[in-house]
């Protein structure tokens, strides 16, 4: 996880698989930087992401939660064909910003 301070928040940079022990650790360390940072803004980029599964919905969802406690808002950025299936499939566009990539807001 490699962290960019922006005008508006926070880029969180994910990279390598998101697989179930890696999304554990990544809500630890997601919930750490939120506390510490409370940005008003949070992009998670997934495009160093090379494979996901469902874990990665735990992920997003738990940051969404902890930002919209702080008030703040949240987007995901960078997503692959297939962690976008997964995403998608569960609902998360619903409740969550998807956009291109490179843009924090």
């Known amino acids: 996880m490699r962290i960019e301070q922006k005008e508006q928040g926070l880029l969180v940079h994910l990279e390598g698989e998101l697989g179930h022990h890696e999304a554990l650790e990544a809500m630890r360390g997601l919930e750490d930087v939120i506390d510490s940072y409370t940005p008003a803004g949070l992009e998670l980029d997934f495009s160093g992401v090379t494979f996901m599964d469902s874990s ?16 703040g808002d949240m987007a995901v950025s960078g997503v692959s064909k297939q962690a976008m299936r997964v995403f998608s499939a ?14 924090n807001r």
């Not at 919905?57 to 939660?65: D, E, H, T």
């Not at 569960?90 to 843009?103: Q, Y």
Request: charge should be positive; glycine fraction near 16%; hydrophobic fraction near 45%.
């Open 56 to 71: 990665g919905i735990a992920v997003v969802v738990q940051s969404a939660r902890q930002m919209r406690a702080l008030g």
């Open 90 to 103: 569960a609902g998360i566009p619903k409740l969550v910003r998807f956009t291109e990539g490179g843009e």
